[in-house]
């Protein structure tokens, strides 16, 4: 088939470089021109295990190219709207403004053939009510184009798996049936392949799909909350929620993913999806539904101060002059992403209070540099901890949570570290020397 993605950062440039793959012809659309160059060349912006080798197999089998211009989106069957929806300034609600602009594209320059409608495809997260204002729009525009909402479920990390061999699909379709089965026939050609695996198809309406991304999202972010409290608890009883966490884990009805207390959740998505879910049911009338999402985000951010705390504690409260070496500046491993990331977030912190922070990460340390000049970002390990007071591992990246501690040891002036993931042995630690100190967890005899 013939597609186009509106939106090529992250969440656009991986869908195109995967339907590419699927065997269709693809044309990713954007407005930066750096960001299309650089694509073209078959060169990723941004860090993602396994989309470097796609993208350039793709770009140069001509399957899957880039472009600014929208006269080229012309042919396409459907157009993915994969563009941002960052919160607003100063508000909780999503900025819909990159949504506005990307549909406005498709319905300018779209050229339906008249045997099928063309369609809107929205993988963007959205606020509840947003797909049926598109489809009104697409009425209006006098061309036979309809919309379907059919929103993504990428991890970052995993990116390219999770598009290429998702858990499920969700097709968001018009209440008019005849219009919504001619509507789901041209997605299931699309996605042949990935339905030939018996991956689970669900059929909802326009509101039901808009609402599992996010209500997804929150789960997550609730199930991190709560752990993260329970962490608090255990800190001033002398617990250890690592324990907590497996005990518990082993209930079937709340399982053991995503109870792994520490320093909380940031990134692109669950910070501001759920602040945009509270702001939207306001908007509906129904705010107290989702009152309780504004304790789980204080919970979270709670945990970034109680980090900053836990450190100065150490020196007595002052941290001026000491030497912090930060690992881990993006979000989460295997990602250069640092938006809302707790680990830069303390960093910055502990910086302000006139800590002496040295940060290193393995794929953000360049974006690093280059948003935050005023911090001080070294490549090694080694060139981090040298000298330091105290060792911060604040994302949870392999070659960090593997260090021996023996080999670290004589490389510190202070042999003290915090374990903002809980990722690290306490009890190894402990013996070769350190002073050990996790999130809501002590060096106990069990």
């Given at each position: ?81 994969g ?23 498709v ?7 008249g ?29 036979d184009?309809a ?22 699909i ?20 699309c ?40 962490a ?110 707790p ?48 060792v911060?591992v ?10 021996d ?27 070769a ?8 967890r ?5």
């Open positions: 088939m013939r597609l186009s993605t509106i939106g090529c950062g992250y969440l656009g440039a991986v869908h195109a470089a995967c339907m590419a793959e699927l065997g269709h012809e693809m044309v990713g659309l954007d407005v930066d021109q750096a960001k299309v160059d650089k694509l073209s060349r078959g060169e990723s912006p941004f860090h993602e295990p396994g989309f470097p080798e796609l993208l350039r197999r793709n770009v140069e089998s001509g399957r899957l190219r880039f472009t600014t211009d929208p006269a080229e989106i012309t042919d396409a069957e459907i157009h993915f709207i563009v941002g929806t960052p919160q607003m300034k100063g508000r909780y609600a999503a900025d819909l403004s990159q949504v506005d602009a990307a549909v406005s594209t319905l300018e320059h779209s050229r339906p053939r045997e099928r409608p063309v369609l809107i495809a929205g993988k963007s997260t959205v606020p509840v009510g947003t797909a049926e204002g598109i489809a009104e729009r697409a009425a209006a525009s006098g061309k184009i919309v379907v909402w059919n929103p993504e479920f990428l991890r970052e990390g995993f990116a390219v798996k999770d598009t290429l061999h998702p858990d499920r969700v097709y968001g379709l018009p209440e008019d049936r005849v219009r919504g089965t001619v509507i789901r026939e041209i997605l299931d050609e996605y042949a392949q990935l339905l030939e695996e018996q991956i689970p198809r669900l059929l909802t309406n326009y509101p039901t799909s808009e609402l599992v991304k996010v209500a997804a999202n929150s789960f997550l972010a609730t199930k991190i909350s709560f752990i993260n409290a329970m608090e608890l255990c800190e001033a009883t002398g617990g250890d929620v690592t324990k907590l966490a497996e005990a518990i884990g082993h209930d079937d009805r709340i399982g053991k993913k995503f109870l792994r207390a520490g320093i909380g959740f940031g990134g692109g998505c669950l910070p501001k999806d759920i602040r945009a879910f509270m702001a939207r049911a306001g908007e509906l009338g129904v705010d107290q539904t989702l009152t309780f999402l504004r304790e789980v985000d204080a919970i979270n951010l709670r945990r970034r101060e109680g980090t900053v705390e836990l450190a100065a504690g150490l020196f007595g409260g002052r941290l001026v002059g000491r030497k912090v070496a930060v690992l881990g500046a993006a979000f989460k491993p295997d990602s250069d992403d640092l938006r809302d990331s680990a830069l977030d303390i960093a910055t912190r502990l910086w302000a209070r006139g800590a002496d922070v040295v940060i290193t990460d393995p794929a953000a340390g360049d974006g690093l540099r280059r948003a935050r000049p005023d911090l001080y970002v070294v490549d090694t390990v080694e060139q981090a901890v040298k000298n330091a007071d105290l911060m604040l994302t949870e990246w392999k070659q960090f949570t593997e260090l501690p023996a080999e670290l040891l004589p490389r510190v002036r202070g042999p003290r570290i915090i374990d903002g993931r809980n990722v690290l042995d306490p009890h190894r630690w402990h013996e020397g350190w002073d050990y100190h996790g999130i809501g002590g060096v106990s005899t069990w």
